[in-house]
T-cell receptor, first 116, second 113 residues
C-alpha cells in the first residue's frame, strides 16, 4: 500500500491561530481524503481533495474554516483556521490504493492538535 | 438512525478465546465493507475488506457479510493481548461518485492475559 507521511505529528496551538497540515504520498493518487477524529469518537470525513479542482466538503465543514490545497497528485494540505478548543482532534489524511469504487483507504499517522 | 452502528463496548475476552465484533449499516446499496484496527494514539490500520455475502478468512481474522440483513461482523480467533484495540467498521456505497467511507463509532476490545 501507499506510504503516507503527515506533518506535523502533533502540535499545540493558541486560540485564534491557524495550523496547516501536510500530507505526502509516495505514489500518484487521484483522490485524497481528510478526516477528523475528535477525542473518543470515530472518524468523520471533512473533505475530498482532487488535484486541479476545488475540494468537496462534507456537511458541517466549510472552506473558510478548513481550506485545502491539492497542487499535485502526491501532496495535499489541510489548514484549520481560527482555532478554538473544539478543534482539538486528530486530523488524518487517507488515500485509496488503486482507483476504483471498492478500494479501501489507508491512513497517514495523523496530526494530534491541541488548543490552549 | 446512524448509518453505521457498532456496539461501543468495551468488550473483554480472555486470551485464546474468540472475539466477535458486530456492525450494522443502513444504506442498502453499500457494496464495500472494511474493518480497521486502531491502537490507542495510532491511526486506523486496515485489517479486512469484504465485498460478497459469506465469510472471508485471513489468518486469525474472519469477516462475515450478510447484505440481506445489512450486517457485517469480524471474528478474531485465538485472541491475543496484542489484539486489544478499537475496531472500526467502515462502509462505502459503489453508486455514483460516493467514494468516502462512513465509519461506525468503533468497538473497544480488551484481551485479558
Amino acid at each position: 500500500s501507499a506510504v503516507i507521511s503527515q506533518k506535523p505529528s502533533r502540535d499545540i496551538c493558541q486560540r485564534g491561530t491557524s495550523l496547516t497540515i501536510q500530507c505526502q504520498v509516495d505514489s500518484q493518487v487521484t483522490m485524497m481524503f481528510w478526516y477528523r477524529q475528535q477525542p473518543g469518537q470515530s472518524l468523520t470525513l471533512i473533505a475530498t481533495a482532487n488535484q486541479g479542482s476545488e475540494a468537496t466538503y462534507e456537511s458541517g465543514f466549510v472552506i473558510d474554516k478548513f481550506p485545502i490545497s491539492r497542487p499535485n497528485l502526491t501532496f495535499s494540505t489541510l489548514t484549520v483556521s481560527n482555532l478554538s478548543p473544539e478543534d482539538s482532534s486528530i486530523y488524518l489524511c487517507s488515500v485509496e490504493d488503486r482507483q476504483g469504487a471498492g478500494q479501501p483507504q489507508h491512513f497517514g499517522d495523523g496530526t494530534r492538535l491541541s488548543i490552549l | 438512525q446512524k448509518e453505521v452502528e457498532q456496539n461501543s463496548g468495551p468488550l473483554s475476552v480472555p486470551e485464546g478465546a474468540i472475539a466477535s465484533l458486530n456492525c450494522t449499516y443502513s444504506d442498502r446499496v453499500s457494496q464495500s465493507f472494511f474493518w480497521y484496527r486502531q491502537y490507542s494514539g495510532k491511526s486506523p490500520e486496515l485489517i479486512m475488506s469484504i465485498y460478497s455475502n459469506g465469510d472471508k478468512e485471513d489468518g486469525r481474522f474472519t469477516a462475515q457479510l450478510n447484505k440481506a440483513s445489512q450486517y457485517v461482523s469480524l471474528l478474531i480467533r485465538d485472541s491475543q493481548p496484542s489484539d486489544s484495540a478499537t475496531y472500526l467498521c467502515a462502509v462505502r456505497p459503489v453508486t455514483g461518485s460516493a467514494r468516502q467511507l462512513t465509519f461506525g463509532s468503533g468497538t473497544q476490545l480488551t484481551v485479558l492475559p
